[in-house]
């Protein structure tokens, strides 16, 4: 049934509720979907926001606008049966809810919650002020096992595992009774964005749920098979891993789905390692953004505050070299220049081009960040910033460790496949040197018939890191970083862990 209410202006306005979508951009297993459709009294309207204060934030970037829009024309495509869309706005949150309560008396509105950065999390506050003015409920749900408000981890493996393994949500999609008229939009995209968006980059993942599925299916049917084995490697990781980082990323995939499919797979059991490697980076994928949840100000300060005091050459030289791939360290170097135009590369490289960023060039992590932010097609707050700030070493209770970027590119890359790949300033240059081309003296290179146009290394590898060794290791003992170790123990781990074990034994 819809009810109609009178207007200020005498018109009566359609009831109706919202479902605003976030990072869930698909149509399964979406609590917001089905609560709306369930509802008796009125109908609803999907909504997404391309908002412009998000959309120029550091940590955004066009890749990512791309990847939601062509999850959204999907959804669309598969909501048209139903003489529904979602409504896509370029406008700020607070302004685009005014401008549909002129047209439509909102009852409530539906979404997930979302651990997102101070911007969202600041904007999420005002929203639900205004909602709360205007007496618009605002029902928000709680995503891939995340929970908002907790003070420490003593239920939380429990309560993922349920949340886990507990039956997905199937909403009943029905014909859409909501008459939507577009004539009167200042929020509707204008061509030129529109043009920008739906650009295709065949280097790229494509947004969408069917991609995502296709992704995950290939892996547990064939591609998974070396995972474990190849999960170090940065060229052969780019097809034994699953790749369904960006689909979880923008929710078009709910990690509940992604779960249950891999548990109940047929392969599980022939899988072993692979399969449960898999399983437990879907915890860890949680873990991180709970941390996140917690505390959104790990964007912006070290997690351990006693790291404040640290201080950095911040050469802006080599940050820009280290943005461009011009450190004259080939892997760091094909790392990034892939990541520029792919948007992905494994766990360790990206752990290495941090390592390398805040040790051996002695720079703040802050300071690279959101260039990876952007680069990142599977950007995810949650787990971007405590990751980095884990490879920085600035979080006080983790291991640190510093990859060197030679014996990476030895071990990892041994033939130099990936480096020839994406330095083709090294693609002559006999494999023997393709690690370290400044070895290669002026005879080498007669003898090989090559000249190299590469950039020699911007810093002494060595030499830095035992530098930024002594720095770091030193500061392990000052007195902030120390009391700070205990608090986060004590928020971000299980109190049974090992971690948290040696904290008592030590107090
Ligand atoms: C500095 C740094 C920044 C990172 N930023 C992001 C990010 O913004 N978004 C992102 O999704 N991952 C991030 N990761 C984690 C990891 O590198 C990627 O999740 C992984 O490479 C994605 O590829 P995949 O889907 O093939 O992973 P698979 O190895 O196939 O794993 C499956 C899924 O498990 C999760 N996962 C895997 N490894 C980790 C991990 N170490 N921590 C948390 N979750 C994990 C991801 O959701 C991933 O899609 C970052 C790692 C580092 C070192």
Redesign the pocket.
Known sequence: MDVLFASPIGTMKQSINIVWLKRDLRLQDHLPFASAEEDPTCDYLAIYLFEPSLLSAPDNSVRHQRFVYQSLMEINRKLSRYQRSVQIYHGEALQVFNHLSHTYAINAVYSYQESGTQLTWDRDMAVAKSFNTQQIKWIEYQRDGVIRGIKNRSQWDAQWQQAMTSPQITPSYTQSKIAISDTNNPFALEAEYLQLLSTTDDNKQYGGTDYGWKYLRSFMEERGKSYARS?SKPLQSRTS?????PY??WGNLSLRQVYQYVAAHDNRKAYGRNATG?LT??H??CH?IQKFEVECAYETHCINRGYESLSYANDPTLITAWENGMTGLPLVDACMRCLHQTG?V??RM??ML?SVFCHHLDCDWRHGVYH??RL?L???PG??YP??QM?AGTTGVNTIRMYNPIKQSYDHDPEGFFIKEWVPELRDVPTQFVHEPWKMTALDRQFAGVTIDYPDPIVDVTQAARYAREKLWGHRENTAVISENRRILKTHVRPNSRKRRNLKSTS
């Open positions: 999960l891993c699953s790749r369904i980082s979880l990323a898999l980076r879907l860890w994928h991180f992905w494994n766990f990206r752990a941090v990876l932010a990142f599977d950007y995810e787990i971007h990751q980095w490879q």
